[in-house]
């Protein structure tokens, strides 16, 4: 059995919360126009965008070397603006048992946060926790904001 793992992150916005959960819902495909130095492409593989069961395809850059991860929108509450991806091919699902990315924008103390949360099992104890993917989404998120913040 693998080793679990969970990783979190949060952003202040300073953009409006409705608009970050607008982008990674129904219009994910602006997020490579917003963030160039992280995301480099995007591709809807299968169904509609913004829908539960949806597959798409991400091109990235992370630490330098040219990524993919395919995913498939496994939830999505508009209501509480959370969203879930879970890879089931790509770069990080090759060397990791699973993967997935939680999305939730919250407001705490009349702040409006962008919150990850990455969930994964590592096969063994040599291959290394994603805290490099964890700082990719963390400066994805912050361009995403500056962005709309401008």
């Known amino acids: 059995m693998g080793l679990k793992s969970v990783l979190c992150g949060k952003v202040e916005m ?42 798409i395809c991400w091109n990235y850059t992370l630490d330098g070397e040219k990524k993919i991860s395919k995913q498939i929108l496994e939830t999505i509450d508009h209501e509480k603006k959370v969203l879930t991806l879970k890879e089931f091919e790509g770069d990080v699902i090759d060397k990791y048992d699973s993967f997935k990315a939680t999305l939730h924008i919250e407001t705490k103390d009349e702040i409006d946060l962008v919150s990850w949360t990455l969930e994964y099992e590592r096969p063994n104890e040599n291959v290394p926790e994603l805290i490099n993917l964890l700082n990719f989404v963390v400066g994805m998120t912050k361009a995403i904001d500056d962005h709309h913040a401008n």
């Open 14 to 55: 300073k953009a409006n919360k409705d608009v970050f959960h607008d982008i990674f819902t129904n219009k994910p495909h602006h997020v490579f126009t917003m963030s160039p130095l992280h995301v480099q492409g995007f591709e809807l593989l299968e169904g509609d965008i913004g829908t539960v069961g949806s597959k």
